[in-house]
């Protein structure tokens, strides 16, 4: 699947500056300076405790600022609540798989759906009336492929439909930035490759900000990729540029094949 062009010249719908984050006297975040391109698919890596789960619950207001400013798509979030940040358009899924496992494929996407259309805060309405979510919900689980296993309880998914299920989830939201937080972690190589492409698939007129591990799919999904080490940013830009720094090679990805 081919991936859109970017206009790296337009405005960046997610904008950092100076970002600090401090537990006592250990800074996470260190002066981070971010800039996401609308439509990208951007990516942080990074050795282990180089901040970027804190950098992304910064980014995502699950974590409050020690110092710094955040923009969403030209409005600034950087004292706004989580829940008004989902509202704006920006949604986190994470590490561990944050679906609702003795539901089934069809009612997690259901639930996500019912936060958007309003009705988690129409408690009398009756349960009935949620079927009228049920074909959006169905088309969701479509884009994922999951529409064959719809009815099936979502603790009897395998691992890597289960992050497909996850990736509906947040795609009821509706949101214009999705992070994905390793959405790789723990996978087989088969999966992987299923959820890769499963990213490329939905980022159509969506940004996508990841945290992973796996450079392979650094290197085959993202159009930029910020280094991170020590809550730093150690560099920043295409994966073979950045593959290419000595800076980054020392401290992350290793020595190259001719050294």
């Known amino acids: 699947m081919s991936a859109p062009a970017i206009d790296t010249a337009a405005q960046p ?5 100076g970002l600090v984050k401090s537990f006592g006297g250990f800074k996470a975040v260190d ?10 698919i951007h990516a942080l890596i990074g050795p282990n405790g180089a ?13 409050t600022l020690s110092a710094g400013k955040i923009t969403l798509d030209g409005h600034d979030i950087s004292h706004t609540k989580p829940a008004e ?8 899924s994470f590490q561990i798989s944050a679906i609702f496992p003795h539901l089934t494929a069809l009612e997690n996407v259901r639930v996500a759906l019912q936060r958007r259309h309003g009705f988690d805060r129409q408690f009398w309405k009756p349960v009935a009336s ?4 049920d074909a959006e919900a169905m088309s969701l689980l479509e884009a994922v492929g999951l529409q064959d296993l719809r009815d099936h309880v979502a603790v009897n998914l395998s691992y890597g ?12 939201l509706d949101p214009k930035v999705m992070l994905l937080d390793e959405p790789m972690a723990g996978m087989a190589a088969a999966d992987v490759a299923v959820v890769a492409e499963l990213i490329l698939k939905v980022r159509k007129g969506r940004t996508v900000l990841m945290v992973e591990h796996n450079l392979g799919v650094v290197e085959d999904l993202c159009d930029r990729v910020t280094v991170l080490a020590r809550g730093r940013v150690l560099a920043e830009g295409g994966f073979d540029e950045v593959r290419a720094d000595p800076v980054v090679k020392e401290a992350y990805i290793g020595a190259s094949d001719d050294d």
């Open 51 to 63: 901040g970027k789960s804190t950098l992304f619950g910064l980014l995502t207001r699950f974590h």
């Open 13 to 17: 719908i997610l904008s950092a500056r």
């Open 85 to 92: 940040v989902v509202r704006l358009g920006m949604v986190r």
């Open 130 to 133: 949620l079927r009228a979510l």
């Open 161 to 172: 439909r289960k992050r497909a299920l996850e990736i509906a989830t947040t795609l009821a």
């Open 31 to 40: 002066g981070v300076d971010l800039d996401v391109a609308p439509g990208s």
